[in-house]
């Protein structure tokens, strides 16, 4: 038998919460499982007027990071490394896909100072995220008149017919699809010959990552105001009701969700995360509202009791 599609391991992952005799009174909770901050630490400026207590503390955090670049890109050309891993920004908060370590990749080969790697790397990683948004998402749209220009390619080198597609089905967000037709003219210029690409290799080099980079955060973060959240839920991110069966949502986040009630406790977050929550919540359903109202007043004495070992 073989593997099921992206798709239908989120149809799978529902049909088994939806069996729990608490289902209306739980939401799914978005888990943050790769990510890299280091950079707003490098960024944040000692000012004089800190407490000294606090300018050491800070001057600690930055020697411990830029130690960790040099172990991690090597100490030649340290100082011009660390000037790149900051132009990049930090990697968001995303769910574990296909795209995570190839980013990382694409990333590191800019920080190193191999401009045209990256490049191309964000640009073909560009394209693979496209076919795998097309490939796994179009059975969803079969009744659209785009799906006949993307039914039969098994991948798609025009990125034009692939993000018209996705912009139709409503798949991509607005600011997403802005940063993909821009990514789409460095791709052009950049792999089909232009000599200005030797001029401007650095700098058309971290657009085209920068780019790459924004696109998946506004598509895979697991962690910011996005339509498919439910809003000002307390510093977590809670999958809102109308979007459970929503393709890109029960295709992606889905199966990287938890399947919680307000009342849940993170225990831990490293090396995974783990959630301890209620047995039953009881019957009936709670709107986004209600359970938003119900997550953001808890009480510690409403949370789940579980061993003091281990509690995050």
Known sequence: MSDPTPGQRGVAVQSADAAL????????????????????????????????????????????????????????????????FIAIGQLSMSIISYHNALLRQVRNAFVVGSYYPALVGACALGERVLNH???????FYVATPEYRKVARKQSFDNWTVAIDALEAWGLLL??????????????????????????RLREDALAAVIAIRDILDLQFSTFAVRPWFIPEAEGTCFIAKQYETDP????????????????????????????????????GSWSDTEFQSLYKTRRPADLVQVPEVGRL
Request: aromatic share 12%.
């Open 174 to 199: 607005p600011e997403a699809i802005k940063h993909y037709r821009a990514l789409a003219k460095l791709r052009n210029r950049s792999i089909h010959f232009d000599p200005g690409t030797y001029a």
């Open 133 to 139: 948004l097309i490939l796994d998402l179009r059975e």
């Open 248 to 283: 890109f949502v029960r295709t992606y986040f889905i199966p990287n969700c938890f399947f919680v009630g307000p009342h849940h406790l993170i225990q831990t977050l490293e090396p995974e995360m783990v959630v301890a929550d209620k047995d039953d919540y009881g019957p």
């Open 21 to 84: 005799p608490d289902a209306g009174r739980r939401r799914y909770m978005s888990k943050a499982d790769d990510f890299d901050v280091r950079v707003n630490s490098l960024a944040i400026e000692i000012l004089p007027d800190w407490e000294p207590r606090v300018i050491e503390q800070w001057k600690t955090i930055k020697a411990s990071i830029r130690s960790g670049l040099i172990a991690e890109f090597g100490s030649y050309a340290s100082e011009r490394k660390e000037e790149n």
